[in-house]
Each structure stands twice: as C-alpha cells, then as structure tokens.
C-alpha cells in the first residue's frame, strides 16, 4: 500500500503534462490528499488540454456569520467547512466529496464560462457533480466552489 502511495505522490509532484486521463485523475487525488494532509496549496494540481493547469489551494474557512454566509471564506478549507456547516457531513464525507471533484475536473465537460473585470469563471459538470473554476491575473486556474444536483 505504501508502495502505490509512494507512486501517486512521484505523479503528483512532476510538472509533465499527464498524458492519460486516469494519470490525470491519480496526479489530482495524490495532490488533494497531499493538500488535506499538509494543509497547504498544491500548484500543478492537475492539467486540462482546454483550460490549462489547476491549482489546488487549502484557503481559509473565514468568518461565519449569523445568517450563516460566510465572509472571507475560500479554497478547500472553505469547502470542507461548508459542506459540514451547511448540509452535515462528516470531516471524512467532506474529503470524500473532495475527492469526487478530482475526477469531475478530469472528466467534466464545460457548461459555461464568463468573465469578470479581473477574473474568469469556467464551469465543469460531471455525473450531477457542478466543480467552479476561477482564474485570476496567474496563469493557473483555482478550484472555487462545487454543486451536487439531486
């Protein structure tokens, strides 16, 4: 088991473009696990031929107010947070959905995609799993936020 660790984590860290779309999808779940192990961001998280690389960045929670919006909240930690605060899943729940996000990034297709003053937003969907993709004045894009249809 180590071993096959060990193998995720050497995928993770090496800038190649992954040339298959399971490789893609193991190089996003060995950078997910890195980033909910360590806390900290994860550039070169995976690649897409159409948007280009996806950093995974920890974030913050933020501050929750009374109404239950959240200023100031971003990146997974926000995501994690919310997911437990909003619709009562477990920390592992969280992570696991997290995980689901991977191979919606991989496989998903665009829905839409618009663009801000200073930012662009792209839109993937994949098997009732909606994953946001933000871009800012870097050349990478960020995962943002997600949606699950029911």
């Given at each position: 088991?180590?071993?096959?660790?060990?193998?995720?984590?050497a995928i993770a860290?090496?800038?190649?473009?992954?040339k298959?779309l399971?490789?893609?999808?193991?190089?996003?779940?060995?950078?997910?696990?890195?980033v909910l192990k360590?806390?900290?961001?994860?550039?070169?998280?995976?690649?897409?031929?159409?948007?280009?690389w996806i950093?995974f960045?920890?974030g913050?929670v933020?501050?929750v107010?009374?109404n239950?919006?959240?200023?100031?909240?971003?990146?997974?930690?926000h995501?994690?947070?919310?997911?437990m605060?909003?619709?009562?899943y477990?920390?592992?729940?969280?992570?696991?959905?997290?995980?689901?996000?991977?191979?919606?990034?991989?496989?998903?297709?665009?829905?839409r995609?618009?663009e801000?003053k200073l930012?662009?937003?792209?839109v993937l969907e994949?098997?009732g799993?909606e994953v946001?993709?933000?871009k800012?004045t870097?050349?990478e894009?960020?995962?943002?936020?997600?949606?699950?249809?029911d």
């Amino acid at each position: 088991m180590n071993m096959i660790i060990a193998c995720f984590d050497a995928i993770a860290s090496s800038n190649q473009m992954p040339k298959k779309l399971e490789d893609n999808i193991a190089r996003g779940r060995a950078a997910m696990r890195t980033v909910l192990k360590t806390r900290q961001d994860f550039q070169h998280a995976m690649y897409r031929h159409d948007l280009g690389w996806i950093d995974f960045v920890w974030g913050d929670v933020g501050i929750v107010r009374p109404n239950g919006k959240t200023k100031g909240g971003k990146g997974i930690a926000h995501i994690i947070e919310a997911r437990m605060r909003k619709d009562a899943y477990s920390k592992m729940g969280a992570h696991a959905l997290l995980y689901r996000l991977v191979t919606t990034i991989a496989r998903g297709k665009v829905l839409r995609s618009f663009e801000h003053k200073l930012s662009k937003q792209t839109v993937l969907e994949y098997q009732g799993y909606e994953v946001t993709l933000v871009k800012t004045t870097d050349n990478e894009w960020l995962l943002s936020g997600w949606k699950v249809f029911d």
